[in-house]
């Protein structure tokens, strides 16, 4: 519809590219993510997203909140705030995060940010020059690439199996590049139910990450939107919990605990980093919604926030099962997949040769949809394989679309072969 008036409009008589920045010129949509737009309008089983089920949002409490802090603290709650955000918010989450990983946290420790998407770009701006090296995992998030590329260092992807990045390679790598004179400055992790691979990083892997940060002397970044949602397994404590020098910048967020719409999220940090991260922040937007925020305060001191998460995962787990249980049924032999005990997505690997890009429109028009692989690396180079969501539509949905995809890659694997 957008597009359909963008193109009525057309781009007039002006040079409209002109005015660009070329950090804006360098820009680019993604393809797919056009591709993707169509899906969202039609019949089609979409394993492609990547939000939260609506049924999930605590819809009750957060009216049953709002008039609360309407009644008794619109002063505050209406009113601009500090950049770091709302002071009771800001105690509740070091507390929280005290109770819940055992990390010892104070409020000066906090800083609230409008979603995590915000504390990557701030990261970016804090401590990235251009051409300062960044490791991330192959594949990793891809708003995170884009978020960082932004500020022009060279990303390098290490590669991972079931338990998250392989440290080892990477200690390869870091050996590799001070043999050069290279210094990493940061490394980047999804740490638990990844996305896009769904796996964790186990605890021997976090506990050897750290002790490489201090001997390669980096800072890690580690982002945890996923680590409340665990439906079997044991939990492992964030990478944050075994971090004695203040080298863990921890980003958690409301957006899968609450409800992504509140544009809510946090960085745990050392002071020193917060103190500058808060100095980039302030000339973007002064402060982070603070009704949204007093919300979320009273929905986390309320203990709204412990009663909720296990509503959330009872709800996810029979999606996972039902994405597990079919993929297992219908995959043809050669599709390899992750087995997450948490999060939200599943991490398909198809045989050489198959590009799951140019799959795509043979995979819309059987009436599934999945998110290619390749946008996920930082190079781009690997085009075999998927990501596939459980948690937005229902198990009958999730099956029909699994056993749709099924057929495509059998078809596919089968041509490759011929
Ligand atoms: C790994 C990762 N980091 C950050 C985000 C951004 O989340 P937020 O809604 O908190 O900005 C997402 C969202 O899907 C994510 O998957």
Redesign the pocket.
């Known amino acids: 519809m957008e597009e359909k008036l963008m193109k009525k409009l057309g781009s007039g008589s002006l040079d409209f590219e002109s005015f660009f920045s070329e950090k804006a010129l360098g820009m680019k949509a993604s393809e797919v993510r056009e591709l993707l737009k169509l899906v969202e309008s039609s019949d089609i089983i979409s394993l492609a997203g990547?939000l939260p089920a609506p049924e999930t949002f605590p819809v009750d409490v957060i009216k049953q909140i709002a008039v609360d802090v309407l009644e008794n603290h619109a002063d505050k709650a209406l009113q601009y705030g500090t950049t770091k955000g709302f002071t009771p918010l800001r105690l509740a989450l070091a507390r929280w995060m005290e109770k819940r990983y055992g990390i010892p946290m104070s409020k000066v420790e906090i800083m609230i940010v409008a979603?995590?998407?915000?504390a990557?770009d701030l990261i970016g701006r804090t401590f990235v020059n251009p051409g300062d090296i960044i490791i991330v995992e192959a594949p990793t998030?891809l708003?995170?690439i884009q978020a960082f590329k932004y500020y022009d260092p060279e990303m390098i992807g290490i590669p991972m199996d079931d338990e998250g990045m392989r440290v080892d390679v990477l200690e390869e790598k870091l050996e590799e590049l001070r043999r050069k004179g290279k210094r990493v400055k940061l490394v980047y992790t999804?740490s638990t139910f990844q996305?896009p691979a769904g796996v964790t990083m186990s605890l021997e892997r976090r506990k050897k990450l750290i002790e490489l940060a201090s001997e390669y002397n980096f800072l890690v970044v580690e982002?945890g939107?996923?680590s409340e949602l665990r439906y079997s397994g044991e939990q492992v404590p964030p990478i944050k919990h075994f971090d004695g020098e203040g080298r863990v910048i921890y980003?958690g967020?409301f957006?899968k605990i609450l409800a992504?719409g509140m544009?809510l999220?946090w960085v745990a940090a050392h002071p020193h980093l917060i103190r500058k991260m808060e100095i980039a922040k302030q000339s973007i937007d002064l402060c982070t919604n603070t009704l949204g925020q007093a919300i979320a305060w009273k929905y986390v001191e309320e203990g709204h926030l412990d009663r909720h998460i296990p509503e959330i995962v009872n709800f996810y787990k029979p999606r996972r099962d039902a994405m597990l249980a079919a993929l297992e049924e219908y995959m043809p032999e050669g599709v390899r997949w992750t087995k997450p005990e948490g999060g939200m997505f599943v991490w398909a690997t198809l045989p050489e040769g198959i590009d799951t890009k140019l799959l795509m429109e043979k995979a819309v028009s059987r009436g599934v949809a999945y998110v290619p692989g390749e946008a996920f690396f930082v190079h781009r180079d690997v085009k075999n394989t998927m990501r596939l969501n459980f948690t937005y539509v229902p198990e009958d949905k999730i099956r029909e679309g699994v056993k749709r995809l099924a057929e495509v890659l059998d078809a596919e694997i089968k041509a490759l072969k011929a």
């Open positions: 990547g979603g995590s998407q915000q990557l998030y708003a995170a999804v996305n982002d939107p996923y980003l967020t957006s992504p544009r999220g």
